[in-house]
Each structure stands twice: as C-alpha cells, then as structure tokens.
C-alpha cells in the first residue's frame, strides 16, 4: 500500500512562497501519477496540479497557472509543489494524491491520499 506524507506548509504573507513536499513510500515511486488538491474550510477539494509519473507531463488549475510548479524527484520518491505569489483565497489544506499510472492521471477519492498540509495566506 502505497502511503503519501505531506509538509511544508505554514504561515505566509500575501504575495510571499511556500514549498510543499510530499514524500511517498510503501510502492514504486515511479509507478505513480501525482497531484496535489486543497480543501478551503466548507468548501469542496480543489484540485491544483498534477504530473505524470515520468515527470513529462503536468496540468495546472487555471487558477494557479503561473504562479505553481509541480515537479517530482523519483530518486527521492518525492512530489514537489512550489507556490509564489500567494494570496489570501490560497489559504486552505493542501493534498497531494497519487494515481496509478495505468489507471488515470488525475487522482480521484478512489486513490490514495495525504492527510494534508495546512497553508496560511495572511493579508
């Protein structure tokens, strides 16, 4: 069983970075497709970005284009997502989920999941 721990998240300013890990193991890293979602308090998962296993391909949210980059180092068995140019409306727990390669690129709540990684945009 495949198992994803998330970190990097805290406190930032409007405007400010933050890069989020996600480190996997229990599976071959490389046989995973990677996203990262977030959940806004009363509202539904969002997703934000996701990557190929090979790294090759990614797909952003129209809202975060330009200012995220999800990458992925398969020797580490880790999922990067770095944020710039925060702002307030990022603020949110942030997920990452990992679908395998063969079955769908984007994770859906039928694959396996984080426990998330609180971000704080302050203004």
């Known amino acids: 069983q495949v198992q994803l721990v998330e970190s990097g998240g805290g406190l930032v300013q409007a405007g400010g970075s933050l890069r989020l890990s996600c480190a996997v193991s229990g599976r071959t890293f490389s046989d995973y497709n990677m996203a990262w979602f977030r959940q806004a308090p009363g509202k539904e998962r969002e997703f934000r970005a996701a990557?190929?296993?090979?790294?090759?391909?990614?797909v952003y949210a129209d809202s975060v284009k330009g200012r995220f980059t999800i990458s992925r180092d398969n020797a580490k068995n880790t999922v990067y997502l770095q944020m710039n140019s925060l702002k307030p409306e990022d603020t949110a727990v942030y997920y990452c989920a990992a679908a395998g390669r063969g079955i769908r690129f984007i994770p859906t709540s039928q694959d396996t999941w984080g426990q998330g990684t609180q971000v704080t945009v302050s203004s």
């Open positions: 990557i190929s296993w090979s790294g090759l391909s990614t």
